[in-house]
């Protein structure tokens, strides 16, 4: 039995001074009260009430133990309430992880109308590259480019993630304009560290809707987009990602994007997260909230420049 439930029978009888009124009290046997004190007298090795035929009394013991377990009991029935209230009322922290590029598009403000909507919850946002472990670190909801393979996770899908391969105009004009991804056997690529298979590093495109993988000499790799656009940008590599990394670029005309016709179309953001039962209000009118907003703002954003 837990000690909490025994420790709330023993005050009951103290309270009411008759295992009888206790055990009425507490829609229990007067036979499981009386075993229940005796139980709890035994984990303490201690004797806590006197007992009559008529009435019940503290020992010096007993005493002892009313005292102290009033703030404990207090403090478990108030922390319980709130813990209620969470389950109900969307509030407290919510533990977000994203991909790098995501803190400079659209997530800030994603964000911002949902605490505008929400103003009793607060958020935490780890931006990272690395593959992160949703249990081992906390998080809640982990904003993900996929398709994702862990089986553990449940994932819901937000909205397709256009791929931009792209490179600075003086990069295209030292190696020339591809025009079927073949071609990219000739060029230099700026590479994240996941298209590193073991087995060289692999671009995948699709042509006549079947998806081919394209080996890349790989000038540089890297776990942050940000190092590899601004190696772009220099003049280094081609880069071959999301456009929402590199669509300020591609609007100023510093990076200029082809095959687009071949970029895979398989890629989607997903909201992926490890319990489908009792999440808290907080996280579940968050994915709820994402699943709405970002898929609205998905169909209204317009393909990436060619």
Known sequence: MDSLEL???FREVAQQ??????ATRLNMSKGTVSKYIAELETRFGVRLLNRSTRSVSLTDAG???L????????MVELTQ??????ARQPSGRVRISAPQGMG????????????GVYPDVDISLQLTSRPVD????GIDIALRLGPIQDQNLIVRRLVPVKLVLCASPRYWRRYGIPKKPADLAEHVGLTHAAANTGNGTHWRFEEEGRPVDVPIRSRVDSTENAVLVQLALQGFGAIYLPALVVQSHLDNGELQAHLQDYVRKDMWLYAA??????????VRALLEFLEERVSAQGKRTSSPAR
């Open 7 to 9: 420790i709330k029978t």
């Open 67 to 74: 005292e102290r377990s009033t703030p404990v009991l207090e």
């Open 81 to 86: 309430s709130e813990l209620q209230e969470r």
């Open 104 to 115: 400079q598009g659209a997530l800030p403000d994603l964000l911002g109308q949902f605490m």
């Open 273 to 282: 997260y490890l319990q489908r039962r009792h999440n808290s209000a907080a």
């Open 63 to 65: 005493a002892l133990l």
């Open 17 to 22: 001074g008759n295992f009888s009124r206790a």
């Open 134 to 137: 949703l249990a081992e670190e």
